[in-house]
């Protein structure tokens, strides 16, 4: 399946669903670009390596190449999200299960935003997606098994990797540079800094960018009045309106994230930031290799958890980490139980 630039707009001109239907998704992409791409820059602003506008001018650009270059290599991530859940058989009552499910991601990101907590926006989609295909089947007969099971996969990766990485790049850093003098060493490591915070908003293109672009092939194929799972190609167009969409909400920017997430949760130097950074990327573009989607706000925060535990656990200023832990626990039941019972309104009320 896929769908030219021509039929995208004869589609919207013609079919007021599908019009609904693209006027929510891009609300979607743009608040993830608002509200998750912070994450990605948190560190180079706290440590003072660029200034907050530069940092967020810097993973607009690079969130837009991570879209455009990773879904023309490996569109698997997408794919998963497109045949992770069953809305059925009827066409227009999938179609407003996906609405629902749509608001209510926007509404958890929206107050999770606003409360400053770096919320899961990847674990949100899912978690909404799904609780809209249980509430429409009567069942988890509305969820893919197969294919939900590699986001269980995903949360352990990103746990794992993300804090393992920050420690032992840490350590190893330290080991290295233990007879420099630190001074000598600042300029290497705030350089090193920007080209992570650089890699980390690329590699958040990377994967959300597909998460979404899943989400809006999979629309307009109820738009259109296809059901179930299907292989379906990314057009060049689609590739450039997402990448857009996140620029423009990372453009916006998100100061309340960075500043929990940079500076409230460990106190970094330079170096740490540079080893934070380097491990969350590399954890990122391992998972976007073999095309599992993971959380982009779990690999920051668990590899800046990290680093700041190489040194020793009380440099982790754990109770915020609990606040963002329980948001994460929190997400898939608040956000499955947003979607569930948004269904169940609209397919009351349209």
């Given at each position: 399946?896929?769908?030219t630039?021509?039929?995208f707009i004869?589609?919207?001109?013609t079919n007021?669903?599908?019009l609904?239907?693209?006027?929510?998704?891009?609300?979607?992409?743009l608040?993830?670009?608002?509200?998750?791409?912070p994450?990605?820059?948190?560190?180079c602003?706290?440590t003072?390596?660029?200034?907050?506008?530069k940092?967020?001018?810097?993973?607009?650009v690079?969130?837009?190449?991570?879209?455009f270059t990773?879904?023309l290599?490996?569109?698997?991530?997408?794919?998963t999200?497109?045949?992770?859940?069953?809305?059925?058989?009827?066409?227009?009552s999938?179609?407003?299960a996906l609405?629902a499910?749509?608001?209510?991601?926007v509404?958890?990101?929206v107050?999770a935003?606003?409360?400053?907590?770096?919320?899961?926006?990847?674990?949100?989609?899912i978690?909404?997606?799904s609780?809209?295909a249980?509430?429409?089947q009567?069942?988890?007969?509305?969820?893919?098994g197969?294919?939900?099971i590699?986001v269980?996969?995903?949360?352990?990766m990103?746990?794992?990797?993300?804090?393992g990485?920050?420690?032992?790049?840490?350590?190893?850093?330290?080991?290295?540079?233990?007879?420099?003098?630190?001074?000598?060493?600042i300029?290497?490591?705030?350089?090193?800094q920007?080209?992570?915070?650089a890699?980390?908003?690329?590699?958040?293109?990377?994967?959300?960018?597909?998460?979404?672009?899943g989400?809006f092939?999979l629309?307009?194929?109820?738009?259109?009045?296809?059901i179930g799972?299907?292989t379906f190609e990314?057009?060049i167009?689609?590739?450039?309106?997402?990448?857009?969409?996140?620029t423009l909400?990372t453009?916006?920017?998100?100061?309340?994230?960075?500043?929990?997430?940079?500076?409230?949760?460990?106190?970094l130097?330079v170096?740490?930031?540079?080893?934070?950074?380097?491990?969350s990327?590399?954890?990122?573009?391992?998972?976007s290799?073999l095309g599992?989607?993971?959380?982009?706000t779990?690999?920051?925060?668990?590899?800046?958890?990290?680093v700041?535990?190489s040194r020793?656990?009380s440099?982790?200023?754990w109770?915020?980490?609990?606040e963002?832990?329980?948001?994460?626990?929190?997400t898939?039941?608040?956000?499955?139980?947003?979607?569930?019972?948004?269904?169940?309104?609209?397919?009351?009320i349209?």
């Open positions: 399946m896929t769908i630039f021509q039929e004869n589609e919207c001109l007021p669903s599908f609904i239907i693209t006027v929510l998704i891009s609300g979607v992409i608040v993830n670009g608002w509200t998750d791409a994450n990605a820059i948190a560190t602003v706290s003072r390596c660029l200034s907050p506008k940092s967020i001018i810097m993973a607009a690079f969130n837009f190449l991570g879209v990773m879904t290599i490996n569109s698997t991530v997408a794919q999200i497109f045949n992770m859940v069953d809305f059925g058989g009827d066409a227009s999938a179609l407003t609405c499910a749509l608001v209510a991601i509404t958890w990101a107050a935003w606003f409360f400053g907590i770096p919320t899961s926006e990847s674990h949100a989609l978690a909404g997606l609780g809209a249980i509430a429409l009567g069942g988890i007969s509305g969820i893919n197969s294919e939900w590699k269980i996969y995903g949360l352990v990103s746990t794992v990797l993300g804090f990485m920050g420690f032992g790049i840490t350590k190893i850093i330290e080991l290295i540079c233990k007879n420099i003098q630190r001074q000598k060493t300029k290497f490591f705030k350089a090193t920007i080209v992570g915070g890699s980390m908003a690329f590699m958040h293109g990377a994967q959300d960018g597909q998460k979404f672009m989400v092939l629309g307009t194929s109820l738009a259109s009045g296809y799972a299907q990314i057009p167009w689609l590739i450039i309106l997402c990448s857009g969409l996140m909400g453009s916006i920017g998100g100061y309340k994230i960075i500043k929990t997430v940079g500076m409230g949760m460990v106190k130097e170096y740490q930031g540079a080893a934070a950074d380097i491990s990327a590399t954890s990122l573009f391992i998972a290799f599992i989607p993971v959380s982009t779990h690999t920051k925060t668990t590899a800046i958890m990290g700041g535990a020793r656990l440099n982790v200023n109770s915020v980490v609990k963002m832990v329980l948001a994460w626990i929190l898939f039941p608040g956000c499955g139980i947003l979607g569930y019972l948004a269904t169940l309104v609209f397919t009351k349209l």
